[in-house]
């Protein structure tokens, strides 16, 4: 086919037809056309010559032009589309580097080969048009809710006609088992949308936690107003869910607005997630009162909190324990998903049980250590005090509140307890020299003998191998090991080091060693300040 005897509007009329079929600028479907008649031409008239083609938006003609360009005589390499200055006057008047002539040439016959070629041309770039437009509609898209019609279900996977696109429901990512027929309506959480070589593709959910407090947005109009917030969600997908919730307007209960009329607004979300339970907790920054709130219906006795390790411990009535776990663990495991915070359930019973044997093991080192009877290292214990370093350096007046105990006992008890640390401490530093520690790390600040010796048997001995230590090294940490936190424990935890202290140490130990720059460090904390004042300011304008 000859480009010119063939209609030249029939370009344009095609060029708009495959436009708005895939929805996409006609411009661009114009523009593959040219490349592919390019293509073409030069398979026609040469590979190495550059040809380009022009069509005319308005008439559909094709103009083949050749391009040549000006060029040093020494970087002249192709001799089709590149000449010298002493040839291009020939053409030009005044030739100059990187100007380019331009010349029209005759258009080329289709054939068969070609006419595929630039049909598969086309196909491409208006393909490559077609997911940029997919992607840039739907990019912005996610975190929201977008209602769909099922295409089609493969391998448990749901395909989901979006509109101007297709998502992906995964199987892992329906409710239960949620089974689909093609033209099914169905409501889903644009969770991600990414750009792959396969085009776009738009990753849709119904499990996120996500998608049940955009619901209750949709329900809620406080939520939507921001009076009321969604702090937190926690849920088993078409089994339990609970809900966070926190009211900054004083006449508005938070729990209640989400109930809705004779629950009404709760309702509505828990039909759409297949009949999901859902608890609605009122919100506290104070995460122990937080924690007895998600733990309903179960009540609670007592509740110690431990921030360094994420973990919190509950205390409840034996009777209470089955349903503060709740069926196969369902209402601890969600409690501990909206806290962020491991929890230990002991009932009433068994916390007396290891309160009196934590009892018992301090009353037997007092009465080892300090050479006392029964009764007076229970009083000890009973008013606290949990071992000799206590005992050895507290204030005179805090052993003087035990009943029976004057100056001179509580001077006595001072004095055994500093002997006994020293000569433990002496016989530490025997152990150390064994072991063959250094001076430079029995002299560093901050570590006891017995330290030295838990670093020692470890094997660091000296300061240079206490400052390439990490600080969890030391202190201890957790760490998450097939989704299970799992504790990991520190040379000096069991000399009560935590992680800050172990920071501080080993990076004054690098300092004293010459590796770090205190003036660097000082820059640094400056910079990281000025960062969280403009953050501030920045928050306060908004």
């Known amino acids: 086919m000859a480009i010119t005897s063939a209609n030249q509007l029939e370009l344009l009329q095609t060029a708009e037809a495959v436009a708005r079929e895939k929805m996409i600028d006609p411009g661009l479907v114009v523009e593959a056309m040219e490349e592919s008649l390019a293509r073409a031409a030069k398979s026609r008239y040469g590979a190495e010559m550059d040809i380009r083609v022009s069509i005319d938006r308005k008439t559909g003609r094709a103009t083949f032009t050749r391009v040549r360009t000006v060029v040093e005589e020494e970087e002249l390499e192709n001799y089709q589309a590149e000449m010298t200055v002493q040839t291009a006057k020939q053409y030009m008047a005044d030739p100059q580097i990187g100007d380019t002539f331009v010349e029209e040439v005759p258009p080329v016959e289709l054939g068969r080969i070609a006419a595929q070629s630039a049909k598969q041309v086309i196909l491409q770039k208006v393909r490559e048009a077609e997911r940029d437009r997919q992607y840039d509609e739907f990019k912005d898209r996610a975190g929201t809710i977008i209602n769909g019609q099922v295409k089609r279900e493969e391998y448990g996977n749901v395909i989901v006609d979006v509109g101007r696109g297709e998502g992906i429901l995964r199987r892992n990512e329906k409710i239960g088992r949620e089974s689909y027929r093609p033209g099914d309506r169905i409501r889903c959480y644009i969770k991600d949308v990414r750009r792959e070589t396969r085009g776009p593709q738009i990753f849709l959910s119904r499990t996120a936690p996500e998608f049940m407090a955009e619901l209750f947005k949709m329900e809620v109009p406080e939520i939507y107003d921001g009076i009321i917030e969604i702090k937190a969600v926690a849920r088993d997908p078409g089994s339990r869910a ?242 299970q936190r799992v504790k990991d424990d520190g040379l000096l935890e069991p000399h009560g080091v935590d992680l800050e202290e172990a920071q501080n140490m080993v990076m004054t130990a690098r300092i004293l060693l010459g590796w770090v720059d205190p003036t660097e460090l000082e820059t640094e904390e400056d910079a990281e300040e000025g960062e969280e004042a403009e953050t501030a300011e920045g928050t306060e304008e908004a």
């Open 242 to 483: 609970k809900i966070g919730v926190v009211s900054y307007d004083g006449g508005i209960d938070p729990v209640g607005a989400c109930v809705g009329m004779r629950g009404s607004r709760v309702q509505a979300v828990v039909n759409e997630l297949q009949g999901e339970k859902i608890d609605i907790i009122p919100w506290n920054e104070d995460m122990p009162t937080f924690l007895v709130n998600a733990l309903q219906p179960a009540e609670v006795s007592k509740v110690v909190l431990d921030e360094d390790a994420e973990r919190i411990e509950v205390v409840v009535p034996d009777d209470q324990l089955s349903l503060a776990i709740g069926r196969r663990g369902q209402n601890v495991r969600l409690a501990s998903q909206l806290t962020s915070l491991d929890i230990d359930i002991l009932t009433e019973e068994e916390e007396s049980a290891r309160r009196q044997k934590e009892f018992e093991i301090r009353t037997k080192l007092f009465m080892e250590t300090l050479d006392l009877d029964e009764f007076f290292a229970q009083l000890l214990v009973s008013e606290g005090f949990t071992n000799l370093e206590e005992v050895a350096y507290v204030e005179l007046d805090e052993l003087l509140v035990i009943d029976g105990v004057d100056e001179d006992t509580a001077g006595e008890l001072q004095t055994r307890a500093r002997e006994y640390l020293e000569e433990q401490a002496r016989k530490a530093l025997a152990r150390a020299a064994e072991l063959g520690v250094q001076q430079n790390l029995i002299d560093f600040e901050g570590l006891t003998p017995q330290m030295v010796v838990a670093l020692a048997e470890d094997g660091v001995l000296s300061l240079e191998d206490f400052a390439t230590c990490a600080d969890w090294e030391l202190a201890g940490g957790w760490t998450s090991v097939d989704g």
